[in-house]
Every structure is written in structure tokens, then in C-alpha cells.
């Protein structure tokens, strides 16, 4: 095997090399990483993510892989996985979160514990970390809401803390995106009924289920809404459902979702995007402007 990059040479049994992101993002799309990084500890997050910084190489944060296409040619630099990081610390209405704790899981314990705040967020794939990074949400709640404290790592690898007020919580959108995010401080509401917040998470769940393909290889909404839109109903009105690029195909249910129904390619997502964007924008004037990140470049 090739041997590692000077500053990763220290953390080999947490690095792969090439391995292929496809593997790692619900689209199941997407080229190789140059290097791939799997801490086990917060400490070996910290110190990887300095070393690499200390040498100026490209570091990116993939969690759960949602909200996500990775290019065909894949990705420079170091990616680093949060998979293992997925503790939590309950103190009264407080909980302390790694960045790599599914975010499902999270809102059926806050519900078991009578917590209310996160209830709204069940259906949204992915963990908290990402969630946290795009506050991620929908017509029920956004994350950005109950954040109390983000801990994380700057481009100079330095530890900083941002309260709420200065992560910049908009609509899926953050402050936060280019930072290693290593741990979340979440105030939640004591004192519910833990029946009648797993009855919610019962009803939204069902609700998503029977308008969104959850089951499906996609990456959630592939546009945000305009403001007083819905880009699912103007991507509809457009005629695209289950219109097909390749293997890549808007559902059936709920226009604003693009799947991959067979080996589709970075290439046909793109592709896709730009001709409903193109042919919403003659219709409408209304530009649509894509939800999910695009890596290595983003989106021309």
C-alpha cells in the first residue's frame, strides 16, 4: 500500500486511502477520498484534523452522508467520518452530543426522556453533526432552534466554542460549514408527556412517509424553497417527475427529491439539477437554489 501523506503517517490505523465515498452517502454516489479518516476518540479527531491543517491540506466533515453528492472523481484531501463518535451526556434538559449520533435516534430518546424540542426534526437522515453544520429541518422545526453551545475546530485547528447566537442559524444554512464540529450542547423543554411526543413522532413520521421516498437512495430535498415557494411544486409544475438522467430520476412522489434507481453518477445528478433549474427559471424567473452540498467544488 501506498504509504501516507506525511501528516497522517501517524494515524494509519484510522486511515484508508481511495476509499470509495459511494459507500458513505445515502445517494450512494460519489468517487474515491483521497484519505480517509475514521477517529475513534475525540482526541484523535483533534489531533488528525491539526496535523492536517498544519500542512494546509483540504479537510472536509461527512456524518451521515445525507444532503450530499460527492463528484465522480471524488474528493482531495482528507475526509473525516464521524461514524464513531456518537456519545451523549444527558444532564436534566441539557445533552452533550458527538457529532457522529444519529439524529432519529436522538429525538426518539429525547421523547422517551419527556424532552420536547427535537420531535419535530424525526424523518431527517443523517447525524447531528450535519444536521447541525446545514441546520437541517423542515415545515416542523429546525435543529438551529434548541442549540444551546457547538464546539468546534477552526481551519487553524485551534478549539473554539459558538453559542447559538453565533452560529448563524438560517434557513439551511450555518456559520458553522467549514469547521470541524466536534461536539453539540443541545436545552431542551422538561416536562412533556413522553406518549404524547412519541404519538407526534408517530404522526410526522407517517405523514413524511406517505409524500417522501424515505426508502429510497436519495439525498433529501435537492433544491431549498424560494421564499414563499415550494420548490417541490414548482419542480412538478415544471413536469419533471420521475424525469431520468442516467440513472438518476426525480420521484414520483415528491418532486424535489432525486433518486438514484440505477448506478447513477455524479454526472446525472448535475445534469439533472441544471435542466430543472433551467426550465423552472424560464417558467417562473425564479432561480432554484440547490439544498444539498456538492463535493469537491459545490455548485457552479
Known amino acids: ?13 484510522i486511515v484508508r486511502r481511495g476509499e470509495p465515498l459511494a459507500r458513505h452517502t445515502t445517494l450512494r ?10 477517529p475513534r476518540s475525540r482526541e484523535q479527531l483533534v489531533a488528525a484534523w491539526r496535523a492536517c491543517r498544519a500542512e494546509g491540506m483540504p479537510v472536509r466533515m461527512l456524518g451521515g452522508g445525507s444532503n450530499l453528492l460527492v463528484d465522480d472523481d471524488g474528493v482531495p484531501g482528507a475526509v473525516f467520518h464521524t461514524a464513531l463518535l456518537k456519545g451523549a451526556v444527558w444532564d436534566g434538559a441539557r445533552v ?16 422517551e426522556r419527556g424532552l420536547a424540542g427535537m ?3 424525526v424523518g431527517i437522515p443523517g447525524t447531528l453533526g450535519g444536521a447541525i453544520s446545514g441546520n437541517a429541518g ?9 442549540v444551546e453551545e457547538v464546539e468546534v475546530l477552526d481551519l487553524d485547528g485551534g478549539e473554539r466554542r459558538f453559542p447559538r447566537a453565533d452560529c448563524g442559524f438560517e434557513y439551511r444554512r450555518t456559520k458553522l460549514a467549514p469547521f470541524c464540529i466536534a461536539a453539540i450542547v443541545l436545552r431542551l423543554r422538561p416536562g412533556a408527556d413522553p406518549a404524547a411526543l412519541k404519538e407526534t413522532i408517530r404522526r410526522i413520521h407517517e405523514e413524511k412517509a406517505s409524500t417522501q421516498p424515505l426508502a429510497a437512495h436519495s439525498a433529501g ?7 414563499g415557494q415550494s420548490a417541490g411544486r414548482l ?3 415544471a413536469g419533471f417527475k420521475m424525469q431520468r438522467v442516467g440513472g438518476a430520476m426525480i420521484s414520483d412522489r415528491h418532486a424535489n427529491f432525486v433518486l438514484n434507481v440505477k448506478q447513477a453518477t455524479g454526472a446525472d445528478v448535475s445534469a439533472l ?23 469537491p467544488g459545490g455548485w457552479a
Open 138 to 146: 423542515g415545515r416542523h422545526a429546525e435543529i438551529g432552534s434548541v
Open 273 to 295: 439539477a441544471r435542466q430543472i433549474q433551467n426550465k423552472v427559471q424560464r417558467r417562473t424567473g425564479i432561480l432554484l437554489e440547490p439544498e444539498i452540498r456538492r463535493w
Open 29 to 38: 454516489i460519489g468517487g474515491p477520498a483521497e484519505y480517509f479518516v475514521v
Open 96 to 111: 452533550r452530543v458527538e457529532p457522529g449520533f444519529g439524529l432519529e435516534r436522538l429525538c426518539r430518546e429525547a421523547a
Open 1 to 13: 500500500m501506498t504509504a501516507l501523506a506525511e501528516p497522517l503517517a501517524p494515524f494509519a490505523e
Open 119 to 121: 420531535e419535530g426534526l
Open 235 to 237: 419542480i412538478d409544475e
Open 221 to 227: 430535498c435537492l433544491f431549498k424553497n424560494p421564499p
